[in-house]
């Protein structure tokens, strides 16, 4: 039996660890809590699973995972309806799970939609509409992890045989393939993670990830950057993206392009891994998240301010294309102004 591409991968890349539907329940890894604890928020509807990625549960390309396990459970959920009334329960669900974070709502539709016509198509052919929806779930999962193995793999092309890269947030899989192809690669490499507040992805996700593979890595806090960068001889930038216009204008976590603006003051290359979207030609098309303000005057639950002192929390920032070296994608690396060729190889 073949291997499944999550194999060998830390314990938060693992495929039942991200999220995972069985027996009519989505399990996901509470990533606002690990590794602090290890916990799973069960839901039982697939609005349970939408209010959980809305509520941040999970983060990067867990909500994409935990949307077509959702359009599994919302099979289950309507598995006794007659067609007609399945297959609008069915889209029902679909536009709940892709409209619960308003930044990414472009690609989780379509991904979505996917899991919709498979479900779809099962019920219509007297098929087990489940079956159908979760094995196509796990096929997008198996594609993913294909998918930024490839990533991984241009990006240590990156690297150098030896020396020290700065990440940013959590780039979920890429971590994983990354440090899978620098370890094939035999290249020794430093990490140093940004903590990432409020919700501390860079520090409890990307850390524990790297560590968990065996590598060296250091937590710095967010406004140590730019002297880190210099002190520490850092040889590249990168990050993942949670949408990379045409044009190149990156989205991505609230804070890489105060990195991406200092590593271009110091010469050290910032590349992003992660699919151009055509649905997105640049910034205007994305609508930046803003988050409960609450957030930013507490660290892990702790209140760190004073009673009626303000917050403000928006959750992405946007990273000109003059910043960026390159886009690494599954097909190599692109220049900014130039991503169309990506669809055109």
């Known amino acids: 039996m073949a291997k499944s591409l999550d194999d060998g991968l830390a314990f938060i890349l693992k495929y039942k660890n991200i999220a995972w539907y069985e027996n009519g329940v ?65 889209h029902q669900a679909g536009i709940s799970l892709y409209k619960a974070r308003p930044t990414t709502s472009a690609l989780m539709k379509k991904i979505v939609e996917n899991g919709e016509n498979k479900a779809l198509k ?15 779930a796990v096929a997008y999962c198996e594609s993913v992890y294909a998918e930024t193995g490839k990533m991984g793999k241009y990006l ?11 990440t940013q947030c959590w780039a979920e899989t890429v971590v994983g393939m990354m440090l899978r192809s620098i370890r094939e690669e035999g290249k020794d490499i430093k990490f140093y993670c940004p903590e990432t507040r409020p919700y501390f992805q860079g520090a409890r996700l990307t850390a ?61 290359p910032y590349y992003v891994t992660g699919i151009p979207n055509i649905a997105h030609p640049n910034r205007d098309s994305v609508t930046i998240e803003e988050r409960d303000p609450d957030l930013v005057l507490h660290a892990l639950k702790i209140k ?34 130039d991503l169309k060729s990506y669809f055109k190889d």
């Open 26 to 90: 989505v399990r996901i890894l509470d990533r606002r809590i690990y590794p602090i604890e290890t916990k799973f928020v069960e839901c039982r509807t697939h609005l349970e699973v939408a209010q959980a990625i809305k509520d941040m549960v999970t983060q990067s390309w867990g909500p994409y995972f935990a949307a077509v396990m959702g359009m599994a459970l919302a099979c289950y959920e309507a598995k006794n309806l007659g067609e007609k009334e399945f297959n609008y329960y069915i």
């Open 122 to 136: 099962a019920k219509a052919e007297g098929r087990d509409a489940v079956e159908a929806t979760f094995n196509s």
């Open 156 to 166: 240590v092309e990156k690297f150098p045989k030896k020396g020290s890269v700065m």
């Open 208 to 268: 524990s990830c790297i560590k968990d593979m065996g590598f060296d890595v250091t937590v710095i806090t967010d406004n140590m950057p730019g002297y880190v960068l210099e002190k520490k001889n850092i040889d590249l930038f990168t990050s993942a993206a949670d949408v990379i216009c045409m044009d190149g204008t990156v989205v991505n976590k609230v804070g890489t392009f105060q990195i991406a603006l200092c590593s271009n003051y110091f010469n050290i």
């Open 304 to 337: 760190t301010t004073m009673k009626g002192v303000k917050g403000y929390y928006p959750a992405f920032d946007f990273t000109p294309p003059e910043l960026v070296k390159g886009v690494i994608t599954d097909k190599g690396c692109y220049q900014p102004n």
